[in-house]
């Protein structure tokens, strides 16, 4: 067999091994494996699957996860982050969906800490969820706006995957992470447009809250000192360049447990409740992120990617409707693989296309990395939704999470039209 | 037959845009296309991963960074120490093969691991690339700078700076957010990796290359399936590859010096008396460091690499094309080589 | 079986749990140190990266298994009964096994030949040795391997059944309905 069909073989038994309840990191490891098996031997197999969760999980980089995970956790169970959503909803219950688009915006505000947005929905899932469900609200909508909400996280500067684009296309990182400023700003508002429309339509799943006075609203305001302290904290020290966006998680959860520690509001049993959280959300998310590198390999070794990017060439299209099968393919890609493995393998075949069809590297730059957060919140590989699901697993179900994507799916497919529209205006 | 290779920095580094397509071409040319080369810049082996993967077979050619596996390659890891002799990459990295392809105990590091090697490349020299001027060693005291290799750590504490390690991928943006005030790299990473953004001044203090990337380092497996003409057109397309990459690393860090809002600082006396005082100390201490990683004799084997250096300084010509050094190369060290031999 | 399970779940999440609060605390005291004394606390990024975080993503394994909480897709199964949601929670089991057996011992040997090397980094101007942190997956994914061995045993025994809810979802859930 040609490594190509192998290739399109692995993605189909994926599928089927994910419809048949076998655990998606490990559906995704035995895939790839028999793959590579299949294309290069035995023994490339077994080097990868001895050598390849050692490499891919030994990274600086992504200890900010279990140290975000861990800052989420503490802050919710010494009650640091009820006053928060209880502030929010005072000040938003003018609004339909209010705690929803009060998530959204908390979201973004933690998406200028951290620069992945599984880092970003672990946060502000674990703290907005519990809040929405508490006020009734549907949990489709609530655990949807955290999970898309994420993905702001890998727009707004921090970003990695910008700082990675920039560097494999010789661009202006200033001008992307401008861009990415742009258009992580763009997704928030169309995802409050996006919430907005499901109470339109659904009113029922956004109850509205009990509107306040004045001065409850300052009396709610002035107990969240805690909360606004820990995010002051930890985004001062991230300007004003004390330490780094991943060193910025161990110290949001050190001052998390400072704070509930001061406060006298974290028990022993809390303290061990949230070391626990923290301990099975990294046990589920890392094998899965484990098996999706595996997976790139063997996309890589397969040469699909090659292929496809040959074919496109062939078709001799005119750039939009290049930038349209572009499109597609990153959102198909986005389906299995996580953005960064997909950027490195898709780089090398769409810039010089793009650099032909006089494409502007930075906006194409900004496209790829919405489209790749797009890949975050779809079925049947979404990362972001795996996270909030690990969170709020004891009352939602997947599916019901991926059903609850769907209206901001709709919200960044609009965006992406609008992108197009006025490609010719930056 | 089609070579699987790994260059493994990305599809914008050098190797991936100018030496990896160059030694495909070379290959089928010299073997009238019986062999070709298919390089995955990234996605299949990433560079901490490169040793085990070309000895399973994983790729079939890539590059080997030699000190990411200083236990697997004391003897090869030889030149990396002693960075600071020689003058331009392109004498460096042509001593640097030469002394490994003819060093028996650097080749039996590679049979070992299942690896054969064919050369290695050289950065153009390292300068201090900083946000606040430096224009004497007074400036660099208290000075955070990221280093990557143990000797430019050294550097930077015998200055009274503070040397941090920290992964490329928070490079950028350390350098723009403050936490570091300027990195030790060679210019043609201000084009390479866009650090013309965050930088605004080169200090030239010339330290040393960075030539522990073994550009060419082949599979055994894949080794085994070719005939000795076979490996000889692999090593001669490997020397092209080689050899217009430094030229094009060259060529880049001239470039560099268009970059608007960088100012270039040539180096005053108490920085160039603070390096030779360096280089004085670490070349005195390079065979006990070396003797302690397991190195025999390690002594004679500093003095031979010297002897290449300044071999290989009277060898390399002003304006030679990348041509000529890669035929100067090859025959100069490959050529000598039994390639039925060697690599086993 | 159970008083093993039971131990390995203790242990996982207290090691794990060690992890965690060192990793937090050494990258803590990094920063202070950086800014207030000049020098960081020596090898952080190489501690965090080669042994904490290689112990935080696996170390948990097999208490996530214990805790039923890795993640899968029930949507096209949610419906199965009887033997044929049976037949569904041998394959999830065996495919793990067969994937998590031949990595215990890979990774076992891996972990062999680089204590046999002495595999280190060089940090700064200081060694530091690395081969340690190898054995941290062999120990991990031997672990899930007992608990999903266990797993296959509790189903042909009838002990273990595979429910559309996760058991703890009854004893966990504070608030009954949903929706
Ligand atoms: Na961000
Ligand atoms: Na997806």
Redesign the pocket.
Same mark, same amino acid.
């Given at each position: 067999m040609d490594p190509i069909t192998i290739g399109l073989l692995a993605l189909v038994a994926l599928l089927v091994l994910i419809g048949l309840r076998v655990p998606i990191g490990v559906s995704l490891i035995a895939v790839s494996v028999l793959g590579i098996w299949g294309i290069a031997g035995l023994r490339p197999a077994m080097s990868m699957l001895s050598t390849i969760p050692y490499s891919g999980s030994a990274s600086w980089t992504l200890s900010s996860i279990p140290m975000f995970l861990l800052m989420g956790y503490i802050a919710y169970h010494s009650g640091l982050t009820r006053g928060l959503f209880e502030a929010a909803r005072v000040w938003w219950s003018w609004l339909p969906g209010g705690l929803a688009i009060a998530s959204l915006a908390g979201a973004s505000g933690f998406a200028a800490v951290s620069g992945s947005s599984v880092a970003c929905s672990a946060a502000i899932g674990r703290i907005a969820i519990p809040e929405m469900k508490r006020n009734n609200y549907d949990l489709r909508i609530a655990t949807g706006s955290v999970a898309a909400g994420g993905t702001i996280g890998a727009l707004i500067p921090p970003s990695i995957l910008l700082i990675l684009f920039g560097i494999q296309s010789n661009s202006s990182i200033h001008a992307l992470f401008l861009g990415g400023l742009i258009i992580g700003l763009a997704s928030l508002g169309f995802y409050i447009l996006a919430v907005l429309f499901v109470w339109w339509r659904k009113p029922e799943r956004l109850p509205r809250v009990e509107p306040y006075t004045m001065g409850d609203r300052w009396k709610i305001t002035l107990e969240i000192w805690p909360v606004l302290l820990l995010i002051l904290a930890v985004l001062g020290g991230l300007f004003a360049g004390i330490f780094t966006a991943t060193e910025a998680g161990a110290f949001g959860a050190f001052m998390a447990l400072a704070l509930g520690l001061l406060r006298r509001s974290l028990s022993w049993s809390d303290f061990r409740e949230s070391l626990v959280d923290t301990i099975l959300a990294s046990g589920a998310l890392f094998i899965i992120a484990i098996g999706a590198g595996l997976f790139t390999r063997l996309v890589a070794m397969s040469g699909l990617s090659r292929e496809v990017g040959m074919l496109v060439e062939s078709m001799g299209l005119g750039t939009t409707g290049l930038l349209l099968i572009i499109i597609l393919i990153y959102l198909a890609l =986005?389906?299995? %693989?996580e953005p960064i493995g997909a950027l490195l393998l898709t780089l090398p075949l769409f810039l010089p296309l793009m650099a032909a069809h006089g494409v502007d590297k930075i906006w194409f730059g900004i496209l790829v990395a919405k489209l790749l957060e !797009? =890949?975050? !919140?779809?079925?049947? #590989? =979404? %990362?972001n #939704?795996f996270v909030i699901h690990s969170v709020a697993r004891d009352y939602v179900k997947l599916e019901q999470i991926f059903a609850g994507i769907l209206p901001f799916l709709a919200a960044d497919l609009a965006l992406i039209v609008m992108m197009l529209l006025t490609r010719g205006l930056f | 037959d089609t070579i699987r290779a790994t260059s493994g920095f990305g599809p914008a580094h050098v190797l991936a845009t100018v030496v990896y397509p160059e030694i495909g071409t070379r290959l089928e040319d010299f073997t009238e296309g019986a062999w070709d080369l298919q390089d995955t810049p990234s996605g299949l082996v990433a560079p901490n991963e490169m040793s085990s993967g070309l000895r399973d077979g994983v790729t079939e050619m890539g590059t080997l960074l030699m000190p990411y596996f200083p236990a697997e390659f004391p003897d090869a890891a030889l030149p990396s120490e002693l960075s600071i002799v020689g003058s331009g990459n392109l004498v460096i990295s042509s001593a640097v093969t030469e002394y490994i392809a003819t060093c028996p105990d650097c080749l039996a590091e590679f049979a070992r691991n299942g690896q054969v090697y064919l050369g290695t490349d050289a950065t153009p020299p390292y300068n201090l690339l900083t946000t606040e001027p430096v224009r004497s060693v007074e400036d660099v005291k208290g000075m955070r700078i990221r280093t990557g290799a143990p000797l430019y750590a050294g550097f930077v504490e015998a200055m009274g700076g503070e040397p941090t390690q920290l992964p490329s991928s928070e490079l950028f943006e350390s350098l723009s957010q403050g936490v570091i005030a300027g990195t030790f790299s060679a210019n043609h990473e201000i084009i390479a990796n866009r650090l013309g953004d965050v930088i605004n001044y080169v200090t030239e203090v010339e330290e040393g290359v960075f030539n522990g990337a073994a550009a060419g380092t082949v599979s055994g497996i894949l080794w085994m399936r070719m005939s000795p003409e076979d490996r000889a057109a692999l090593a001669r397309a490997t020397q092209y590859g080689i050899a217009k990459g430094l030229v094009g690393f060259v060529e880049d860090a001239a470039k560099a010096r268009e970059v608007e809002g960088i100012e270039f600082i040539e180096m005053d006396e108490s920085l160039a008396a603070a390096k030779e005082a360096y280089n004085e100390e670490r070349l005195a201490a390079a065979a006990g460091i070396l003797t302690e990683r397991g190195v025999e004799d390690a002594q004679a084997k500093i003095d031979r690499y010297i002897a290449l250096v300044d071999k290989w300084e009277g060898l390399i010509t002003e304006g030679m094309t990348y041509e000529a050094l890669a035929e100067l190369r090859y025959d100069e060290i490959f050529a000598k080589i039994d390639l039925g031999a060697y690599g086993s | 079986m159970r008083f093993i399970e039971t131990w390995i779940g203790r242990i996982s999440a207290a090691l794990a749990s060690l992890v965690l609060l060192a990793m937090m605390l050494q990258i803590v005291v990094d920063v202070f140190m950086r800014s207030f004394l000049g020098a960081g606390f020596p090898a952080t990024a190489d501690l965090v990266s080669r042994y904490y975080m290689v112990a935080i993503s696996f170390l948990p394994l097999a208490l996530t298994e214990l805790h039923r909480r890795h993640i899968e897709a029930t949507i096209f199964t949610d419906r199965l009964r009887g033997r044929a949601r049976q037949a569904v929670g041998y394959l999830g089991f065996a495919v793990a096994l067969a994937v998590f057996v031949p990595m215990t011992w890979g990774t076992a040997r891996e972990a062999l030949t680089q204590t046999a090397r002495g595999a280190y980094v060089e940090v700064g101007t200081t060694v530091f040795p690395t081969w340690p942190s190898y054995w941290i997956l062999p120990l991990s994914f031997g672990l899930i391997c007992v608990v999903l061995a266990f797993r296959l045993i509790g189903l042909a025994t009838g002990r273990f059944e595979l429910s559309a809810h996760d058991p703890l979802e009854d004893l966990q859930s504070d608030a009954g309905e949903t929706h």
């Amino acid at each position: 067999m040609d490594p190509i069909t192998i290739g399109l073989l692995a993605l189909v038994a994926l599928l089927v091994l994910i419809g048949l309840r076998v655990p998606i990191g490990v559906s995704l490891i035995a895939v790839s494996v028999l793959g590579i098996w299949g294309i290069a031997g035995l023994r490339p197999a077994m080097s990868m699957l001895s050598t390849i969760p050692y490499s891919g999980s030994a990274s600086w980089t992504l200890s900010s996860i279990p140290m975000f995970l861990l800052m989420g956790y503490i802050a919710y169970h010494s009650g640091l982050t009820r006053g928060l959503f209880e502030a929010a909803r005072v000040w938003w219950s003018w609004l339909p969906g209010g705690l929803a688009i009060a998530s959204l915006a908390g979201a973004s505000g933690f998406a200028a800490v951290s620069g992945s947005s599984v880092a970003c929905s672990a946060a502000i899932g674990r703290i907005a969820i519990p809040e929405m469900k508490r006020n009734n609200y549907d949990l489709r909508i609530a655990t949807g706006s955290v999970a898309a909400g994420g993905t702001i996280g890998a727009l707004i500067p921090p970003s990695i995957l910008l700082i990675l684009f920039g560097i494999q296309s010789n661009s202006s990182i200033h001008a992307l992470f401008l861009g990415g400023l742009i258009i992580g700003l763009a997704s928030l508002g169309f995802y409050i447009l996006a919430v907005l429309f499901v109470w339109w339509r659904k009113p029922e799943r956004l109850p509205r809250v009990e509107p306040y006075t004045m001065g409850d609203r300052w009396k709610i305001t002035l107990e969240i000192w805690p909360v606004l302290l820990l995010i002051l904290a930890v985004l001062g020290g991230l300007f004003a360049g004390i330490f780094t966006a991943t060193e910025a998680g161990a110290f949001g959860a050190f001052m998390a447990l400072a704070l509930g520690l001061l406060r006298r509001s974290l028990s022993w049993s809390d303290f061990r409740e949230s070391l626990v959280d923290t301990i099975l959300a990294s046990g589920a998310l890392f094998i899965i992120a484990i098996g999706a590198g595996l997976f790139t390999r063997l996309v890589a070794m397969s040469g699909l990617s090659r292929e496809v990017g040959m074919l496109v060439e062939s078709m001799g299209l005119g750039t939009t409707g290049l930038l349209l099968i572009i499109i597609l393919i990153y959102l198909a890609l =986005g389906m299995f %693989l996580e953005p960064i493995g997909a950027l490195l393998l898709t780089l090398p075949l769409f810039l010089p296309l793009m650099a032909a069809h006089g494409v502007d590297k930075i906006w194409f730059g900004i496209l790829v990395a919405k489209l790749l957060e !797009i =890949g975050m !919140i779809t079925p049947p #590989v =979404g %990362l972001n #939704v795996f996270v909030i699901h690990s969170v709020a697993r004891d009352y939602v179900k997947l599916e019901q999470i991926f059903a609850g994507i769907l209206p901001f799916l709709a919200a960044d497919l609009a965006l992406i039209v609008m992108m197009l529209l006025t490609r010719g205006l930056f | 037959d089609t070579i699987r290779a790994t260059s493994g920095f990305g599809p914008a580094h050098v190797l991936a845009t100018v030496v990896y397509p160059e030694i495909g071409t070379r290959l089928e040319d010299f073997t009238e296309g019986a062999w070709d080369l298919q390089d995955t810049p990234s996605g299949l082996v990433a560079p901490n991963e490169m040793s085990s993967g070309l000895r399973d077979g994983v790729t079939e050619m890539g590059t080997l960074l030699m000190p990411y596996f200083p236990a697997e390659f004391p003897d090869a890891a030889l030149p990396s120490e002693l960075s600071i002799v020689g003058s331009g990459n392109l004498v460096i990295s042509s001593a640097v093969t030469e002394y490994i392809a003819t060093c028996p105990d650097c080749l039996a590091e590679f049979a070992r691991n299942g690896q054969v090697y064919l050369g290695t490349d050289a950065t153009p020299p390292y300068n201090l690339l900083t946000t606040e001027p430096v224009r004497s060693v007074e400036d660099v005291k208290g000075m955070r700078i990221r280093t990557g290799a143990p000797l430019y750590a050294g550097f930077v504490e015998a200055m009274g700076g503070e040397p941090t390690q920290l992964p490329s991928s928070e490079l950028f943006e350390s350098l723009s957010q403050g936490v570091i005030a300027g990195t030790f790299s060679a210019n043609h990473e201000i084009i390479a990796n866009r650090l013309g953004d965050v930088i605004n001044y080169v200090t030239e203090v010339e330290e040393g290359v960075f030539n522990g990337a073994a550009a060419g380092t082949v599979s055994g497996i894949l080794w085994m399936r070719m005939s000795p003409e076979d490996r000889a057109a692999l090593a001669r397309a490997t020397q092209y590859g080689i050899a217009k990459g430094l030229v094009g690393f060259v060529e880049d860090a001239a470039k560099a010096r268009e970059v608007e809002g960088i100012e270039f600082i040539e180096m005053d006396e108490s920085l160039a008396a603070a390096k030779e005082a360096y280089n004085e100390e670490r070349l005195a201490a390079a065979a006990g460091i070396l003797t302690e990683r397991g190195v025999e004799d390690a002594q004679a084997k500093i003095d031979r690499y010297i002897a290449l250096v300044d071999k290989w300084e009277g060898l390399i010509t002003e304006g030679m094309t990348y041509e000529a050094l890669a035929e100067l190369r090859y025959d100069e060290i490959f050529a000598k080589i039994d390639l039925g031999a060697y690599g086993s | 079986m159970r008083f093993i399970e039971t131990w390995i779940g203790r242990i996982s999440a207290a090691l794990a749990s060690l992890v965690l609060l060192a990793m937090m605390l050494q990258i803590v005291v990094d920063v202070f140190m950086r800014s207030f004394l000049g020098a960081g606390f020596p090898a952080t990024a190489d501690l965090v990266s080669r042994y904490y975080m290689v112990a935080i993503s696996f170390l948990p394994l097999a208490l996530t298994e214990l805790h039923r909480r890795h993640i899968e897709a029930t949507i096209f199964t949610d419906r199965l009964r009887g033997r044929a949601r049976q037949a569904v929670g041998y394959l999830g089991f065996a495919v793990a096994l067969a994937v998590f057996v031949p990595m215990t011992w890979g990774t076992a040997r891996e972990a062999l030949t680089q204590t046999a090397r002495g595999a280190y980094v060089e940090v700064g101007t200081t060694v530091f040795p690395t081969w340690p942190s190898y054995w941290i997956l062999p120990l991990s994914f031997g672990l899930i391997c007992v608990v999903l061995a266990f797993r296959l045993i509790g189903l042909a025994t009838g002990r273990f059944e595979l429910s559309a809810h996760d058991p703890l979802e009854d004893l966990q859930s504070d608030a009954g309905e949903t929706h």
